[in-house]
């Protein structure tokens, strides 16, 4: 039986009293609050700080586009495809060092990234890169979680929220400025920065915390559900480019369902002993909240590559304009993130996500209605921002919702999970949402270029930005408005399907939401699932008590 540290733990779910000598003060929570979130800051900025360097990579590297795109996927494959088993690790050997081994992997691998002198240097360092990073985001999310007493919690996890929703667009921001000054390798140097400086945060003030656990790892579950998350991965980065009805395309998603299903199996066999014990997705906490961050996140990032798109293609600005841009629409999403915690603390978790939906779907139907060639970003900044106010309203509860539907020594798992289901809707929106923009584009761009030279139609077929350019060669405005309006005719479907989809899950909500607050307990719960003839259930559903040894 692995055992707590012989040193004091900080308090977990369920926490101290705010008087207990063993828990953190105010200014060591803050510290370590700042920790986290810097080392979260590295990682997601790592995620989208390679899109705008890709025309440098390929050049400097004498890369095809599908390795220049595997440079980017290939982190991203690993860290979705590790967080659930390398979360798991972390509770059971003890949250700070799992913490401080990733933040050095995480840095060492970046500064690999930075020196490449190859492409295959550079995917060996993308993949390290990953995998230090599949144990940061987990850790950091687990160490608020069994950290933080209650009464503070919800606002750090709000915090940490903001932080993980908006770093993209400020990682992509920050990016763009050292490409346009230095070069691509130089965005490395932003990552290895920020690990600096939680590696030594880390050190001077985070807590360690582990938790006893009576049974072994579970190793087939850890296996299965890395085989699971990296075929439909593969499936949603493949999908588009190869085509669904490609060999690799399909096979990847029959690896996929059996390796889900086998994976579901073990679990319920496992029952509490369980990697994920499957049997908590019955509870209204649980389930809600991924459901509510798979979709949000999905349309989330479906829209950020049609806004990129559009402000590039469409306005005709620079990938550093265009994501300043987005800035706004940023920083309203982390102030609102900051905030829902009260919003969920006076109406409810149910509330303040279907407030949040409520936004992020009138945003959408904002920009959908008013969008235009001519109006340019005018006319899509209010809809950006009721987007931004609506996503943190809704990601900071749900969340809450997951974490606290796992007991303390689950948290590492719980945390990813929540990671886990972000990065599956990223790709997942990206996926089908770029599909509805392709395809919406194309039909109309088809039916406006009859007459128009054969080479130019073309071109105009393959894309925006093909059409851009080739445009702009020629000479010919008029193929270049047609084109743009193609654009923005495409961009209204997108976004008319992600309002679609929005209302439903503000009904799912609605229907299947946290009765009332976040927190473990039977409001959280479905009564159906916690029964006195299931103890197992009972614990990891919030018995703290019984979980942590009090």
Same mark, same amino acid.
């Given at each position: 039986?692995?055992?707590?540290?012989?040193?004091?733990?900080?308090?977990?779910?369920?926490?101290?009293?705010? $008087?207990?000598?063993?828990?953190?003060?105010?200014?060591?929570?803050?510290?370590?609050?700042?920790?986290?979130?810097?080392?979260?800051?590295?990682?997601?900025?790592?995620?989208?700080?390679?899109?705008?360097?890709?025309?440098?990579?390929?050049?400097?590297?004498?890369?095809?586009?599908?390795?220049?795109?595997?440079?980017?996927?290939?982190?991203?494959?690993? =860290?979705?495809?590790?967080?659930?088993?390398?979360?798991?690790?972390?509770?059971?050997?003890?949250?700070?060092?799992?913490?401080?081994?990733?933040?050095?992997?995480?840095?060492?691998?970046?500064?690999?990234?930075?020196?490449?002198?190859?492409?295959?240097?550079?995917?060996?360092?993308?993949?390290?890169?990953?995998?230090?990073?599949?144990?940061?985001?987990?850790?950091?999310?687990?160490?608020? %979680?069994?950290?933080?007493?209650?009464?503070?919690?919800?606002?750090?996890?709000?915090?940490? %929220?903001?932080?993980?929703?908006?770093?993209?667009?400020?990682?992509?921001?920050?990016?763009?400025?050292?490409?346009?000054?230095?070069?691509?390798?130089?965005?490395?140097?932003?990552?290895?920065?920020?690990?600096?400086?939680?590696?030594?945060?880390? =050190?001077?003030?985070?807590?360690?915390?582990?938790?006893?656990?009576?049974?072994?790892?579970?190793?087939?579950?850890?296996?299965?559900?890395?085989?699971?998350?990296?075929?439909?991965?593969?499936?949603?980065?493949?999908?588009?480019?190869?085509?669904?009805?490609?060999?690799? !395309?399909?096979?990847?998603?029959? #690896?996929?369902?059996?390796?889900?299903?086998?994976?579901?199996?073990?679990?319920?066999?496992?029952?509490?002993?369980?990697?994920?014990? #499957?049997?908590?997705?019955?509870?209204?906490?649980?389930?809600?909240?991924?459901?509510?961050?798979?979709?949000?996140?999905?349309?989330?990032?479906?829209?950020?590559?049609?806004?990129?798109?559009?402000?590039?293609?469409?306005?005709?600005?620079?990938?550093?304009?265009?994501?300043?841009?987005?800035?706004?629409?940023?920083? =309203?999403?982390?102030?609102?993130?900051?905030?829902?915690?009260?919003?969920?603390?006076?109406?409810?978790?149910?509330?303040?996500?279907?407030?949040?939906?409520?936004?992020?779907?009138?945003?959408?139907?904002?920009?959908?209605?008013?969008?235009?060639?001519?109006?340019?970003?005018?006319?899509?900044?209010?809809?950006?921002?009721?987007?931004?106010?609506?996503?943190?309203?809704?990601?900071?509860?749900?969340?809450?919702?997951? !974490?606290?539907?796992?007991?303390?020594?689950?948290?590492?798992?719980?945390?990813?999970?929540?990671?886990?289901?972000?990065?599956?809707?990223?790709?997942?929106?990206?996926?089908?949402? $770029?599909?509805?923009?392709?395809?919406?584009?194309?039909?109309?761009?088809?039916? !406006?270029?009859?007459?128009?030279?054969?080479?130019?139609?073309?071109?105009?077929?393959?894309?925006?930005?093909?059409?851009?350019?080739?445009?702009?060669?020629?000479?010919?405005?008029?193929? =270049?408005?047609?084109?743009?309006?193609?654009?923005?005719?495409?961009?209204?479907?997108?976004?008319?399907?992600?309002?679609?989809?929005?209302?439903?899950?503000?009904?799912?909500?609605?229907?299947?939401?946290?009765?009332?607050? !976040?927190?473990?307990?039977?409001?959280?719960?479905?009564?159906? #699932?916690?029964?006195?003839?299931?103890?197992?259930?009972?614990?990891?559903?919030?018995?703290?008590?019984?979980?942590?040894? $009090?």
């Amino acid at each position: 039986m692995k055992t707590n540290d012989p040193a004091p733990e900080p308090a977990g779910l369920g926490g101290g009293a705010p $008087g207990d000598p063993d828990m953190p003060g105010s200014r060591q929570l803050r510290t370590i609050l700042v920790a986290v979130c810097v080392a979260l800051m590295a990682v997601i900025a790592s995620v989208s700080g390679l899109n705008v360097a890709q025309p440098d990579l390929a050049v400097d590297f004498g890369a095809s586009q599908t390795t220049v795109l595997w440079f980017i996927n290939v982190y991203t494959l690993t =860290l979705a495809a590790l967080l659930l088993p390398l979360g798991a690790v972390g509770d059971r050997v003890g949250r700070k060092p799992m913490l401080v081994v990733g933040l050095v992997v995480f840095g060492v691998a970046s500064a690999a990234a930075g020196l490449a002198p190859s492409s295959e240097i550079m995917l060996a360092a993308r993949m390290l890169s990953g995998v230090g990073a599949a144990v940061i985001m987990p850790i950091t999310l687990a160490v608020i %979680t069994s950290t933080f007493p209650d009464d503070k919690r919800g606002q750090a996890i709000g915090i940490w %929220t903001g932080v993980a929703g908006g770093g993209g667009i400020l990682g992509m921001f920050l990016s763009a400025v050292l490409v346009d000054v230095a070069s691509w390798r130089w965005l490395f140097a932003l990552p290895v920065a920020l690990i600096v400086v939680a590696l030594v945060m880390t =050190l001077r003030s985070v807590p360690n915390s582990r938790e006893r656990h009576d049974a072994g790892f579970d190793t087939i579950g850890a296996l299965t559900s890395v085989v699971a998350v990296s075929s439909f991965i593969i499936v949603l980065q493949e999908g588009p480019e190869r085509g669904w009805s490609d060999a690799v !395309t399909v096979a990847g998603l029959v #690896v996929g369902l059996v390796s889900t299903s086998a994976f579901v199996v073990w679990e319920l066999r496992r029952g509490a002993a369980a990697l994920l014990d #499957v049997r908590l997705f019955g509870t209204r906490g649980l389930s809600a909240g991924s459901v509510v961050l798979l979709v949000v996140f999905g349309v989330q990032a479906g829209v950020f590559v049609v806004l990129f798109l559009f402000l590039q293609s469409v306005v005709g600005w620079s990938a550093l304009l265009s994501t300043l841009a987005m800035m706004p629409m940023a920083v =309203l999403m982390m102030v609102a993130s900051a905030l829902a915690p009260r919003l969920s603390s006076r109406f409810g978790a149910r509330v303040s996500m279907g407030a949040g939906i409520l936004l992020f779907a009138a945003g959408l139907a904002a920009m959908a209605g008013t969008v235009s060639v001519d109006g340019g970003y005018p006319s899509i900044l209010p809809g950006m921002l009721a987007m931004g106010v609506g996503m943190g309203l809704a990601m900071t509860p749900s969340t809450e919702s997951i !974490t606290s539907s796992l007991p303390r020594e689950r948290q590492g798992v719980a945390s990813a999970l929540n990671d886990v289901t972000r990065e599956l809707g990223t790709a997942l929106g990206v996926a089908l949402l $770029g599909g509805l923009l392709t395809a919406g584009y194309r039909d109309a761009v088809e039916d !406006t270029m009859e007459s128009v030279p054969p080479r130019l139609a073309d071109a105009a077929l393959q894309g925006i930005a093909p059409a851009v350019e080739a445009a702009g060669d020629a000479g010919e405005q008029h193929v =270049l408005e047609l084109a743009q309006q193609a654009f923005v005719q495409g961009w209204q479907s997108a976004m008319w399907a992600g309002v679609a989809v929005m209302g439903a899950l503000f009904l799912y909500v609605v229907l299947r939401g946290p009765r009332h607050g !976040t927190g473990p307990g039977p409001d959280t719960t479905d009564d159906a #699932v916690v029964r006195p003839s299931q103890p197992a259930t009972r614990s990891a559903l919030g018995a703290e008590s019984a979980a942590s040894g $009090g």
